[in-house]
């Protein structure tokens, strides 16, 4: 595992931080089509194991490469897969041969095989499962949370076979832990779960403010009573 080489295409909140982390441990190459970006990162680089860069025929130089790219929601609410789409094509077409294939993007169940794979083997000419594998490790970077950083959360990790799942776990255990999911539908049904579990919070919140408005103190008083009443006591309420 220590001579092989990751890229990261996407160095947005989720693909740096990912890159910075294994380049403690791996060659990393951390790819963006934005190359005012690229060339910020590169000046304020002091790393000698990672490499920015706008050129795409570096991925094909990655034992390991990984997808973190948005996906955002259109108009009508449905998925905007178009991110995940493009750099599936742009990996396929510099894709080598025996590379491990990650979708880190929050996606619904069966994205990473119906959708990534086909284009993966379209755009290369190979064969997945003969010439490269796929996997899936959903994202669970939260900006501006120092509590929960990519060292101290748990990784899913799920790959086409059960090898590749072992490989994966081996890899992302370098800079986390992990959990290994049955499968790549699974893992990335756990993300599903992980969003709607966050964004009812979110709701939940959001209708406790216009209820309690416009005394907000209210509800921050409420919610401090709730924090100190789990963690044992209300003495400083």
Do not use: W
Not at 31 to 60: A, C, G, M, P, W
Not at 63 to 70: E, H, Y
Not at 155 to 171: H, N, P, R, S, Y
């Amino acid at each position: 595992m220590k001579h092989k080489t990751v890229c990261v295409v996407g160095l947005g909140y989720v693909g740096l931080p990912l890159a910075e982390a294994f380049s403690k441990h791996l060659k990393v190459t951390g790819y963006d089509i934005d190359s005012d970006k690229i060339v910020n990162l590169n000046r304020s680089n002091n790393e000698d194991n990672i490499e920015f860069t706008s050129d795409q025929s570096k991925i094909k130089e990655a034992d390991f490469v990984l997808i973190c790219v948005p996906t955002p929601v259109t108009k009508s609410k449905e998925p905007d897969l178009s991110y995940v789409k493009s750099a599936a094509e742009l990996v396929g077409k510099n894709l080598k041969k025996s590379a491990v294939v990650v979708l880190e993007s929050t996606v619904y169940p069966g994205v990473t095989e119906e959708i990534v794979k086909p284009i993966l083997e379209g755009k290369s000419g190979m064969k997945c499962g003969a010439d490269f594998k796929i996997g899936y490790s959903p994202e669970r970077i939260n900006p501006g949370d120092e509590a929960h950083t990519l060292e101290k959360i748990t990784k899913i990790v799920a790959g086409m076979d059960d090898e590749t799942t072992e490989i994966l776990a081996d890899l992302y255990g370098l800079i986390t832990n992990v959990y290994k999911a049955k499968d790549i539908k699974t893992a990335e049904a756990a993300k599903v779960i992980e969003n709607i579990q966050r964004d009812l919070n979110i709701a939940l919140m959001d209708e406790l403010a216009i209820i309690f408005y416009p005394p907000y103190k209210y509800i921050k008083v409420n919610l401090y009573y709730m924090y100190t009443k789990r963690k044992g006591g209300i003495e400083h309420l």
